[in-house]
């Protein structure tokens, strides 16, 4: 059984192995990296889930960003899930602790990049996106979003933007990392 955690810094090493394997470093040229490159995830949403030895078998983060004119939200993602462990339930275990978290938080709003059959059973669906746009190419039918209040997306329109905390990180060492993995 999962066990849903804060993450640690400490985390980050096995964070970014887990997305590697989950994601490959095709990760990096999507358009919902554009969003958090630079960037530290939102206050108190960093998941991870571990096994019984203390092993990260999930990890879930989430990211403030700005809807248009200013209409605060979070994008959800990435969302992985250890391989072994994929039909254990941890993905749904860590989606629940995060919307719930997320909303205990007082966030409104979540938009996310994903797979529609697997993300419509939390709530989410293509509705609210007609009006959005990505900073660049996405597939309309797996752009997503979900109020976690009543409303919160009505009328929603323009692009989505990255906001938040921005990241210390060296010059260029996002660059050398991107080249690294795809190597």
């Known amino acids: 059984m999962a ?23 095709a990760r990096f040229t999507k358009t919902c990296e554009r969003l958090r490159e630079g960037r530290i995830p939102a206050r108190g949403l960093a998941l991870k889930a571990v ?31 250890e391989s072994e462990a994929r039909e254990g339930g941890v ?29 419509e059973r939390f709530g989410f669906s293509g509705e609210a996106t007609a009006e959005l746009a990505m900073p660049g190419p996405v597939e309309r039918d797996r752009f997503l979003a979900l109020e976690l209040r009543a409303g919160a997306l009505a009328g929603a329109s323009g692009e989505v933007r990255g906001t938040g905390a921005v990241a ?12 690294a993995r795809a190597a």
């Not at 209409?71 to 992985?80: F, Y």
């Not at 993905?91 to 797979?115: C, F, K, Q, T, Y």
């Open 51 to 81: 096994d019984d030895s203390g092993r990260m078998i999930g990890t879930l983060r989430f990211w403030h960003v700005s809807i248009g004119a200013e209409r605060p939200a979070l994008m959800l993602g990435p969302l992985a899930v």
């Open 3 to 25: 066990v849903i955690l804060d993450e640690a810094p400490a985390d980050a090493g096995a964070r970014e192995a887990l997305l590697d394997r989950a994601f490959g470093p």
């Open 91 to 119: 993905g749904s275990a860590l989606m629940r602790a995060g919307l719930a978290r997320a909303a205990e938080l007082g966030h409104e709003a979540v938009i996310l990049v994903g797979n529609k059959p697997y993300y």
């Open 168 to 179: 210390f990180t060296p010059r260029g060492a996002v660059r050398d990392r991107v080249a």
